[in-house]
């Protein structure tokens, strides 16, 4: 169990810290020279076009794409040199939300949710099952847990998706796009349950060309345009988050 050891955040205090970065989808290059941190307690937006690097980036982070650069530290795992066996450990101290859900159609939400406490070690049930419970009651979601995907809407979903992502306390969430296939009202919802679950500690890395939500619930900005990512100060948007 020594790659559970490792500490979570770097020497500088930082979750992801990334130097001379280059973010690779296939044989292209998508983001070049990234240079970031993203302290632990951060709540994080990666805004930019459609196809501009942003799901790239936090499949990056995850070790799903290819990259080259100088230094790469993510939740305690240097990605320039993780071994494949290596690789569960680093996505266990990570939380995963997808823009659209990804939960297992045959399956009720609590199955959904055993599915996943199993492929990360857990083996005693009632151990499981106490935290599938918190973690329903933290989304808001612990008398649906006998339902399907399908009987639920989109937002119920992406909580269960949320609460999936949670069951391992990670340090860190990725969330991409999480709110692209919701309603107004239920984006709102769900961003304050984001942002309630960032307080409570975890980092929050979300990917979004939602102007909206920046808007309405404004945070640190990383922007993606030009295969660069750089720090966006609070000047207006010069461009159409829809195309």
Known sequence: MANTEKPIISANGNIV?????TVMQ???IVLRDVNVDIRKGEFVYIIGRVGSGKSSLLKTLYSDLPFSGEDSFVAGYDLGSIKENEVPYLRRRMGIVFQDFQLLADRTVYDNL???LRATGWTNKNDSDRRIREVLSQ???VHKGYKLPH???GGEQQRVAIARALLNNPELILADEPTGNLDPDTTDSLMQLLLQINKEGHT????????N???SFPARTLKCENSMLSEHRD???EFDFMN
């Open 235 to 237: 000047e207006p948007f």
């Open 17 to 21: 810290e990334l130097r001379g970065v």
């Open 213 to 215: 939500v920046i808007r």
């Open 151 to 153: 009987q639920l809407s």
């Open 26 to 28: 296939e044989e292209n």
């Open 114 to 116: 055993t599915f996943v």
């Open 139 to 141: 989304v808001d979601m």
């Open 204 to 211: 929050i890395l979300m990917a979004t060309h939602n102007y």
